[in-house]
C-alpha cells in the first residue's frame, strides 16, 4: 500500500488584522488550501493565521498550528484542527516554514519576515501577497533575500486563490 503524504502549506503574516482585504483574503487562502485536500500550517495566533484557519474550518480541512507556547495559551485560535505546543516562543518560526511545502505571506511585520527568512534557506517557494503591506510584499516586490539567485522560488499573488494556485503549481513542480 501507497500512502501519499498530504501537501503542506504554511500561511503567515501579520497576528492582527489590520484591514478587511487582508482577511477576506487571509480566509479565502485557508478555505482553497482546504478545498485542494492540503493542510495548512501556520503559528496557531490570531490574525491572518485565525482568518486562514477559519476558511479551512469552513470547508472541512485540516489546519495545524504549530504554538509559541501551550495550549492554554489565550492567543491560540479556536479554528485550529492540530495543536502542537512548543513552549519555544518566536524559535517556532523555524518549524512553521520546515513543516511545509511551501509558504504563503499575507503582509506582516518581523516574526513574518523571519519565516520568509527561513523558508528562503530551506530552499522552499514562496508566495508573497502583493496587495497587502508589510514583509510578504517588500519581499515579494524584492524577489530575492539575498546574494543567492533561485529561480521561481519567491513569487507574488494579489488574490488567495491566485496564491494558493501557484504554491500548488510550483509545489508540484518541484516533486517531480
Known amino acids: 500500500m501507497v500512502i501519499r503524504k ?9 497576528s492582527q488584522i489590520r484591514s478587511n482585504i487582508q482577511y477576506e483574503i487571509s480566509y479565502e487562502i485557508g478555505k482553497e488550501v482546504a478545498k485542494s ?10 490574525g491572518v493565521m485565525e482568518a486562514a484557519c477559519k476558511g479551512v474550518y469552513d470547508v472541512g480541512g485540516i489546519s495545524v498550528g504549530i504554538l509559541p507556547t501551550n495550549e492554554s495559551d489565550l492567543e491560540v485560535n479556536k ?3 492540530i495543536r ?6 518566536l524559535a517556532r518560526n523555524a518549524i512553521v516554514p520546515l513543516a ?9 511585520g518581523a516574526g513574518t519576515l523571519s519565516e520568509i527568512s527561513f523558508t528562503w534557506i530551506y530552499q522552499k517557494p514562496i508566495v508573497c501577497i502583493s496587495s497587502i503591506p508589510g514583509w ?21 499573488a494579489k488574490t488567495g486563490k491566485e496564491a494558493v494556485e501557484k504554491i500548488l503549481a510550483t509545489i508540484s513542480r518541484l516533486k517531480q
Open 6 to 14: 498530504k501537501i503542506q502549506i504554511g500561511v503567515i503574516g501579520d
Open 37 to 46: 485536500n492540503a493542510i495548512l500550517i501556520c503559528g496557531g495566533r490570531g
Open 79 to 81: 479554528y485550529l484542527t
Open 84 to 89: 502542537i505546543p512548543t513552549l519555544m516562543n
Open 100 to 108: 511545509s511545502d511551501g509558504v504563503i505571506a499575507v503582509g506582516g
Open 136 to 156: 510578504g510584499q517588500e519581499i515579494g516586490d524584492r524577489g530575492f533575500i539575498d546574494h543567492r539567485s533561485s529561480k521561481d522560488q519567491i513569487l507574488t
